[in-house]
């Protein structure tokens, strides 16, 4: 795994465009940076999605931002190299010869289709229980991106909450018109504070991890189907051609492994 550049220059253009934009205007970094701004749109925030969302889908949302920051290299071409290895086996030394496999296999999506294709599970059985497998985890994952999601509904409005305390303070001192300024300056930082975070944080991020989970989801999609090729005891050259129509690489090293 790299590190994701788009992500990080994402968040660094964004941060520099807000500070330089704002320094053209004649502002300081010292009127934006209010830490009470921060805790009422960052407090509210998280609260709020405390409220909504079960400790367990909080735990999940926060795993996968390792995926948002971390660059995954293309795992789609090298699965797409194993099954075809494992066709060409199959094709050779049947099914069977598939069990020594089962144990150098780390995918738990692949692993499992193939011991029920080992066990002798019809096809349209399989395709069933996997089917079933994948709905499951997608309805599960849809969660994910909708904590990001709420966070970037909850933050403008606590941004506006955090304005109106912030007006609050300052009709209490309008007998001082200096003071008067200044405060209703500090109190739209928590405005800015609420909007920025929910676009150039919460919502980006809900939409990157929404195409991370399609992304795999296409992979699982991927190995059932080279799975259940294999159980027809379709030619390895005609999956191969399954395999391409999901945009994936199958150069072809693992021929010499099989003695092909």
């Known amino acids: 795994m790299t590190l994701d550049k788009n992500t990080v220059f994402g968040i660094a253009i964004g941060l520099l465009g807000i500070g330089f934009g704002s320094a053209l205007e004649g ?3 010292t009127q934006i940076l209010q830490p009470a701004a921060a805790l009422i749109v960052l407090g509210g925030t998280l609260g709020a999605v405390l409220i909504q ?11 996968q931002l390792k995926d948002v920051v ?5 795992m ?6 194993h099954l075809l290895r494992y066709a060409y086996k199959a094709r050779k030394e049947g099914l069977l010869s598939l069990d020594t496999e089962l144990t150098k296999i780390q995918d738990p999506f692949l692993r499992e289709s193939l011991m029920l294709a080992i066990d002798g599970v019809k096809p349209g059985d399989l395709r069933k229980m996997m089917e079933l497998q994948l709905e499951y ?6 969660r994910i991106p909708k904590v990001f999601d709420a966070a970037g509904g909850f933050a403008p409005t606590f941004g506006i909450i955090g304005a109106v305390l912030g ?3 300052v009709m209490q001192r309008l007998q001082n018109m200096n003071d008067v300024g200044k405060g209703i300056a500090v109190a739209f930082v928590a405005t800015i504070y609420g909007v920025g975070a929910a676009n ?6 809900a939409g990157k ?3 991370i989970i399609r992304e795999k989801q296409v992979v699982q999609e991927m190995t059932l189907e080279a799975v259940l090729a294999i159980v027809e005891g379709v030619h390895p050259r005609a999956l191969e051609q399954r395999l391409n129509s999901f945009g994936v690489e199958t150069p072809r090293p693992y021929l010499k492994v099989i003695g092909q």
């Open 27 to 29: 502002g300081t970094p």
């Open 53 to 63: 969302f079960p400790a367990r889908v909080l735990a999940q949302a926060l795993a």
């Open 70 to 74: 971390l660059k995954r290299h293309p």
């Open 76 to 81: 789609s071409d090298s699965l797409a190299q």
């Open 137 to 142: 985890e997608g309805e599960k994952n849809e």
């Open 167 to 169: 007006l609050i303070q």
């Open 200 to 205: 150039l944080f919460f919502l980006p991020l």
């Open 209 to 211: 991890l929404r195409i």
